[in-house]
């Protein structure tokens, strides 16, 4: 998998290499000594060939310059004071990694490869100071050797992973996209191994929310616009090469599609998580209809059918997307005329899967999956009374009364942006009450009618409207009784 370096990287790296560094000076001060010097001119500014030829004959001497060893310091260490020296340093470590093969693994033989780059990434706070961001590129390059080498991970790598991730999640949040494609980037390099994307999911609070956070605003929805995912309410044609909702790039949003489809390998890890903290079925249902590329939407596939498939994830995640009718939206998708084999797979995976899904489900099974998905729409049960008249009893009481404490989670938040939804669940707490008056205690207690009583005072018609003929139903049988 090679991605093109970020272009924002590329740049800083080139201007680095065309300063006039005066290594003489340096020597003088102390900050290098003579040595350092003359094994760096020696693969400095040289070609490939050249570079590749000096290092491999000795290669434990430039293991020695940039690590340190028994006889002294990293070269990093020893010119720590000189910012000039440090970027030069670190854009030239780059260059040897990548153009010296046998390097990496040389490296990796050291007793402590990270310790002179790990301090580097807390150089500053400043996302946009050179040394962390450079610092970060060779950390994943070599990272990702190590991944390589040692396929079941070392302590030292399951001990720099986190600090790296940790400085990327910060570029993550920033509001420049180049600086956001450097560390989702540098985040696909190293997620490669097991290992690796459960130390990120460790962190996920700081890795996986600003990336989320991204495709929200790429599919037109911010934190607290639930009503637009379930909804659908972007338009395919706002989407272009240029860019989708909330101007993120087709590059960038690309790049975190990847990142989230190699963590989804994961998948019975991941699963439950990414869906009850940012909702990734809805969310990836509404930037399939947005997708304009057949390699976004490769990758949104593949990731639903790597989380949808483990048994652990499968009733509850196929139950919101039948909320959500990615059903109707993988139906109209068949009909464009799409040319990836891969795509097309994953494409029939899960049409399988949610045809199978939705072929064995009761009306009772379709209400709860409704409701434990956390949105609620004015689908047939909810003014159906023969569907309550049947199945009042067991909403109540099944699962330790799952479906009715779901219900006070679903009312406990304010819909901004989607009101019918607490009209909805007033709807069904009144049609609880009329047909198991001999629960009403029980759902009082859950808070239910608190809850409904606030919101007789809603300035929504509608919800005002579903809470008074809810509160109705409890008075009705309080003076019955």
């Not at 439950?272 to 976004?296: D, F, N």
Request: hydrophobic fraction near 35%; glycine fraction near 6%; proline fraction near 5%.
């Amino acid at each position: 998998m090679s991605l093109d370096p970020p272009t924002y990287l590329n740049s800083l790296q080139n201007n680095i290499r065309a300063r006039p560094i005066p290594w003489e000076g340096a020597v003088r001060a102390g900050t290098i000594t003579d040595q350092d010097l003359k094994k760096i001119k020696a693969v400095d500014k040289v070609r490939k060939e050249q570079r590749k030829q000096t290092v491999e004959a000795d290669v434990g001497t430039y293991r020695n310059l940039l690590l340190g060893g028994d006889s002294g310091k990293s070269v990093l260490e020893s010119a720590a004071k000189r910012a000039d020296v440090v970027q030069y340093i670190l854009v030239l470590t780059g260059d040897l990694l990548n153009d010296v093969p046998g390097l990496p693994s040389a490296l990796l033989e050291h007793s402590d490869p990270y310790k002179p780059f790990l301090p580097l990434l807390t150089h500053s706070s400043n996302p946009e100071d050179p040394i962390p961001l450079l610092t970060s590129s060779v950390l994943a390059s070599l990272i990702s050797a190590a991944h390589t080498k040692f396929p079941k991970s070392t302590p030292e790598t399951d001990e720099a992973l986190p600090k790296l991730y940790k400085y990327l999640a910060g570029l993550t949040k920033s509001q420049d996209s180049g600086l956001q494609d450097i560390a989702v980037q540098e985040y696909s390099v190293v997620l490669r191994t097991k290992k690796s994307r459960e130390l990120f999911w460790k962190q996920h609070q700081e890795t996986v929310g600003p990336l989320m956070d991204i495709l929200r605003t790429a599919g037109g929805a911010g934190k607290d616009t639930d009503s637009t995912l379930w909804s659908g309410g972007a338009s395919v044609r706002t989407a272009t090469d240029a860019g989708l909702g909330g101007g993120v790039g087709l590059q960038v949003l690309y790049h975190v599609l990847l990142v989230l489809w190699q963590l989804s390998y994961e998948g019975s890890l991941v699963g439950k998580g990414l869906e009850e903290e940012h909702e990734i079925v809805p969310l990836y249902t509404q930037l399939l209809r947005l997708s304009p590329k057949e390699k976004t939407t490769r990758l949104l596939l593949s990731t639903l059918v790597n989380l949808l498939t483990p048994t652990s994830n499968r009733s509850y995640l196929l139950a919101i997307a039948v909320s959500v009718r990615l059903p109707n939206l993988l139906s109209n998708l068949k009909g464009r005329h799409l040319t990836d084999p891969d795509l097309l797979d994953d494409l029939q995976s899960l049409t399988d899967m949610l045809n199978e899904y939705t072929s064995s489900q009761t009306t009772l099974d379709e209400y709860s999956s409704e409701v434990l998905a956390g949105h609620l729409k004015w689908s047939p049960p909810h003014r159906d009374q023969t569907f309550w008249r049947e199945n009042a009893s067991k909403i109540v009481t099944d699962n330790k009364g799952e479906l009715p404490k779901k219900l006070v989670e679903i009312l406990g938040k304010s819909w901004d942006n989607d009101k019918q939804v607490l009209a909805i669940a007033c709807n069904d707490v009144g049609w609880l009450v009329k047909e198991c008056p001999e629960k009403r205690g029980e759902l009082e207690k859950l808070g239910l009618k608190g809850r409904v009583m606030e919101l007789m005072a809603e300035p929504d018609e509608n919800v005002r409207y579903e809470s008074l003929k809810a509160v109705g139903e409890w008075l009705r049988y309080s003076f019955d009784k």
